[in-house]
């Protein structure tokens, strides 16, 4: 069973950062890539960006220069680091492998 458990969402004033955590069980983790998508109020689920199991990463053009998406395999660990944090970016953010999310975390960003 792939459980996908993350962490580190919360409030946050606009030009600020957050880092969100996404830990995987499983052996999947290291042979696949993994994606971080978020979902504002009303909107469509959007796809943050991704990860190859390799390091490689590509943005959505929201977000591109301000997040960073990294993996740690031995900690089968995926990260989101959000810096220079929106108001637009408030969301529930999720990771993905495969078939498999995670539960979900809310970000804000307001002053």
């Known amino acids: 069973q792939v459980q996908l458990v993350e962490s580190g969402g919360g409030l946050v004033q606009p030009g600020g950062s957050l880092r969100l955590s996404c830990r995987v069980s499983?052996?999947?983790?290291?042979?696949?890539?993994m994606s971080w998508y978020r979902q504002a109020p009303g909107k469509q689920r959007e796809l943050v960006g991704r990860?190859?199991?390799?390091?490689?990463?590509k943005y959505a053009d929201s977000v591109k220069g301000r997040f960073t998406i990294s993996r740690d395999n031995p900690k089968n660990t995926a990260y989101l680091q959000m810096n220079n944090l929106k108001p637009e970016d408030t969301a529930v953010y999720y990771c993905?492998?495969?078939?498999?999310w995670g539960q979900g975390t809310q970000v804000t960003v307001s002053s």
């Open positions: 990860i190859t199991s390799f390091g490689l990463t």
């Open positions: 993905n492998i495969s078939n498999f």
């Open positions: 499983g052996r999947i983790f290291s042979i696949s890539p």
